[in-house]
């Protein structure tokens, strides 16, 4: 409540519907929430905002690069949790599973922290909990950990080498 003023103050009204909007509402609680796992203890920022509308802070993203860090020995354990997201058939199910893969994030053994796109975590939640756009949710989180990503990449071996 101390924060809403701040968060909700330019929400625009997109006049979804009760249903739609509370589903909306949910996806930034969680989104937040998610943060605050991530971020708890960790003195550099764990959140990463577009750059130019391209951003590699996607979920997807996210676990390539902590399996990336572990040489590939934690990547069953992330397609495991990844598949229980997408096999859930409601909200709370996906939320048991997303929250198990920020927990895996936040203890990565990486130089720096692994950095979430939060406003798009927060959109890909929303869409989630309808049928005609949670495929293509999943769609993206595959491609982004599938796909090598030179740029993140790049950032990470300068900020391991000083």
Same mark, same amino acid.
Not at 16 to 19: A, F, I, P, Q, V
Not at 137 to 143: D, I, N, S, T
């Given at each position: 409540m101390? =924060?809403g003023?701040?968060?909700?103050?330019?929400l625009? *009204?997109f006049d979804?519907?009760? *249903?739609a #909007? @509370?589903k909306e509402l949910e996806?930034?609680?969680?989104?937040?929430q998610?943060y605050?796992?991530?971020?708890q203890?960790k003195k550099? $920022?764990v959140a990463?905002? $577009? *750059?130019?509308? =391209? %951003? %590699?802070?996607?979920?997807?993203?996210? &676990?390539y690069l &902590?399996?990336?860090a572990?040489?590939?020995k934690g +990547?069953p354990g992330?397609?495991?949790?990844?598949?229980?997201?997408?096999?859930? %058939?409601?909200? +709370?199910?996906a939320m048991?599973?997303?929250?198990s893969? =920020?927990r895996?994030? @936040?203890?990565?053994?990486?130089?720096a $922290?692994? /950095?979430l796109?939060f406003?798009r975590?927060?959109? *890909?939640l929303?869409?989630? /909990?309808f049928? #005609?756009? @949670?495929?293509d949710?999943?769609? @993206?989180?595959?491609?982004d950990?599938y796909?090598?990503n $030179?740029?993140?990449d790049?950032q990470?071996? /300068?900020t391991?080498?000083?």
């Open positions: 101390s =924060v003023e701040e968060l909700f103050a330019d625009p *009204d979804l519907g009760e *249903d #909007e @509370r996806s930034v609680r969680a989104a937040l998610l605050a796992i991530l971020q203890s550099n $920022p990463m905002f $577009p *750059d130019n509308g =391209v %951003t %590699t802070g996607s979920l997807g993203n996210a &676990c &902590c399996v990336k572990s040489n590939g +990547a992330f397609m495991r949790r990844l598949s229980s997201i997408e096999a859930s %058939t409601d909200f +709370a199910g048991v599973g997303v929250r893969l =920020v895996l994030i @936040r203890a990565a053994k990486v130089e $922290p692994i /950095q796109d406003g975590l927060a959109s *890909d929303f869409e989630i /909990q049928e #005609e756009t @949670r495929g949710v999943f769609m @993206r989180w595959a491609r950990y796909k090598a $030179p740029k993140q790049d990470k071996a /300068q391991d080498r000083g």
